[in-house]
């Protein structure tokens, strides 16, 4: 299978434009956690882990966060219709909760427009899409439009579960992926009118979740991870008639053919980022049946994507994981398993990840005591800022 790390955890052991170059860290990489009950703050100095604070809301899911340079961030609250404003204490980095707006429920991803004036939420829970103004100076939210996810949702699924709301190379259309309604819907930004102009249909039962963007010259592509079939889509952009359209050029597994899920039934792709390289494609593989789950990696040439290696995440769920701001190291956050947080050098020319991770921290520190009986509790979300 792929490369595991088991034995070695025994021995001791997720937006830049895809043509911009990674930001230069320094020695100390600052994050953002998210976990049931918890937002987290903490640092990474090349070696460990560590904590450096807590905001605790019993019954929140912040499960996506969005960070506002220089001291700013927004959290999601999938568990109810709230959006929340965070600052970061200078000194301490300690997240203190300033003020929060409702929307739809059950959000679980932001993405600011080009200019970070505006910041559009996909609502998992209620099927719907939230335009927020952020424009003013205190970064305080001001809900401008609802907008209900069009069409009919796969029938198995009973409902439009739109993902993920991500910003276009261009700057002015969002790519929703619907994951109950096997589709990917296209938002249209222009003039501030925030309408879904397109949706393109997927297999029923795909489960469209996250994806990323790929730019190859002048041609832009949409890579797509679906959480049901587990399966990675590649898709050219098309920019026709003062619209987006996307064709589809490739799928396969996102396993890889080498490395398939001991469980194919449960198995259920998670997320998906794209290096500014616009060559390394990364994928979480969840609920694999197998010992740990996996971080599968693809890399992008001539109009294909072609599988390249396959690690252990360390854990069990790895829903979120992100590149570091540098991109030589890739942040996982495991919900159960062994490690919570696993940190992962990234060679970057070849865009490898190697399979012994640099340091992990375990559930235990970062899951909420309330919770620590309950299984699966671990963090959902790890973000450099």
């Known amino acids: 299978m792929f490369r595991t790390?088991?034995?070695?955890?025994?021995?001791?052991?997720?937006?830049?434009?895809?043509?911009?170059?990674?930001?230069q860290s320094s020695s100390i990489h600052k994050l953002?956690?998210?976990?049931?009950?918890?937002?987290?703050?903490?640092?990474?100095?090349?070696?460990?882990?560590?904590?450096?604070?807590?905001?605790?809301a019993a019954g929140?899911?912040?499960s996506w966060m969005l960070y506002k340079s220089p001291a700013l961030f927004y959290a999601v609250n999938e568990n109810a219709n709230d959006t929340s404003l965070f600052t970061l204490d200078c000194g301490t980095g300690n997240p203190t909760f300033k003020s929060a707006a409702n929307g739809s429920s059950g959000v679980v991803f932001l993405e600011f427009n080009s200019d970070k004036t505006r910041m559009v939420g996909a609502a998992y829970g209620s099927g719907m899409i939230d335009v927020w103004d952020v424009s003013a100076q205190d970064g305080s939210l001001k809900l401008l439009k609802n907008i209900v996810v069009p069409g009919e949702p796969n029938p198995a699924q009973g409902a439009h579960h739109p993902?993920?709301?991500?910003?276009?190379?261009?700057?002015?259309?969002?790519?929703?992926?619907?994951?109950?309604?096997?589709?990917?819907?296209?938002?249209?930004?222009?003039?501030?009118?925030?309408e879904i102009t397109n949706t393109i249909s997927l297999p029923v039962g795909s489960g469209p979740r996250h994806?990323?963007?790929?730019?190859?010259?002048?041609?832009?592509?949409?890579?797509?991870?679906?959480?049901?079939?587990?399966?990675?889509?590649?898709?050219?952009?098309?920019?026709?008639?003062?619209?987006?359209?996307?064709?589809?050029?490739?799928k396969q597994s996102t396993y890889g053919a080498a490395f398939p899920p001991a469980n194919a039934t449960s198995?259920?792709?998670?997320?998906?980022?794209?290096?500014?390289?616009?060559?390394?494609?990364?994928?979480?593989?969840?609920?694999?049946?197998?010992?740990?789950?996996?971080i599968a990696h693809f890399t992008y040439s001539g109009a294909k994507l072609d599988f390249y290696d396959s690690v252990s995440s360390g854990g069990i769920l790895p829903r979120m994981f992100s590149l570091s701001t540098?991109?030589?190291?890739?942040?996982?956050?495991?919900?159960?398993?062994?490690?919570?947080?696993a940190a992962f050098k990234r060679t970057e020319d070849s865009g490898e990840l190697d399979p012994t991770p640099v340091a992990t921290l375990p559930q235990e520190s970062l899951v909420a005591p309330a919770l620590a009986a309950t299984p699966s509790m671990g963090p959902q979300f790890v973000l450099e800022i």
Do not use: W
Request: aromatic share 8%; charged share 20%; proline share 4%.
């Open 5 to 23: 790390l088991t034995t070695l955890l025994a021995i001791g052991t997720a937006v830049a434009m895809p043509s911009v170059k990674p930001r």
């Open 60 to 62: 929140t899911a912040p």
């Open 267 to 294: 198995a259920a792709a998670g997320e998906l980022v794209v290096a500014s390289n616009n060559r390394d494609v990364y994928v979480s593989n969840r609920l694999s049946g197998n010992e740990t789950d996996s």
């Open 211 to 250: 994806g990323g963007f790929i730019t190859d010259g002048d041609t832009h592509y949409y890579a797509l991870a679906t959480e049901l079939s587990s399966e990675l889509y590649l898709f050219e952009l098309k920019y026709d008639d003062d619209k987006l359209n996307l064709t589809q050029v490739q």
């Open 326 to 341: 540098d991109e030589k190291l890739v942040f996982v956050a495991n919900q159960a398993g062994d490690a919570a947080l």
């Open 32 to 56: 953002l956690i998210g976990t049931p009950f918890q937002i987290l703050t903490g640092t990474f100095d090349g070696s460990k882990f560590a904590i450096t604070g807590n905001h605790t």
């Open 163 to 194: 993902h993920q709301a991500l910003l276009d190379p261009t700057g002015r259309y969002f790519v929703i992926p619907d994951l109950g309604g096997d589709s990917v819907h296209v938002l249209d930004s222009k003039d501030d009118k925030y």
